[in-house]
């Protein structure tokens, strides 16, 4: 009985460096086109956690006709910043102003997107339409 040798043949290091090279070469080409994608998708972050803040506000009013200033008293539960340990979130979010009829809620950026200085700025008020105040 013959028996069959199967070679399988792989790459060498130098041909594998040349594909990591190229690679890496496309990124540095793609990137700067999607850097504004990184933004955007950001700012819905801030979109969401402020419209889900004007519910809450809104629920809270209808119990208690007023608004409140302690966003744990409604229970929004600000999420974890990349500042700290294990944190995803981009956006301090705050209620700064309350009067009885109405209130003013920002999503401040804690991270400089495209590195300009600028961190972006989002606002709501009981209209539940966040408004992009400082654009990153």
């Known amino acids: 009985m013959k028996t069959q040798n199967f070679y399988l043949k792989g ?19 793609a990137f700067p086109v999607l850097k504004p994608l990184f933004s955007i998708a950001h700012g819905l972050e801030a979109q969401t956690n402020l419209k889900h803040l004007a519910s809450l506000q809104e629920s809270h009013y209808l119990r208690m006709n007023r608004y409140t200033d302690e966003i744990g008293a409604i229970g929004f539960e600000q999420a974890k910043l ?25 999503a401040t950026s804690i991270t400089d997107f495209d590195g300009d200085g600028t961190f972006n700025v989002w606002e709501v008020d009981k209209s539940k339409i966040p408004r992009e105040i400082v654009a990153d």
């Open 82 to 106: 990349v500042t700290e340990e294990n944190g995803t979130a981009h956006y301090q979010i705050e209620v700064v102003e309350v009067t009885k009829g109405d209130f003013l809620a920002r």
């Open 11 to 29: 790459m060498t290091l130098t041909e594998l460096l040349v594909v990591l090279a190229i690679v890496g070469i496309l990124l540095l080409l």
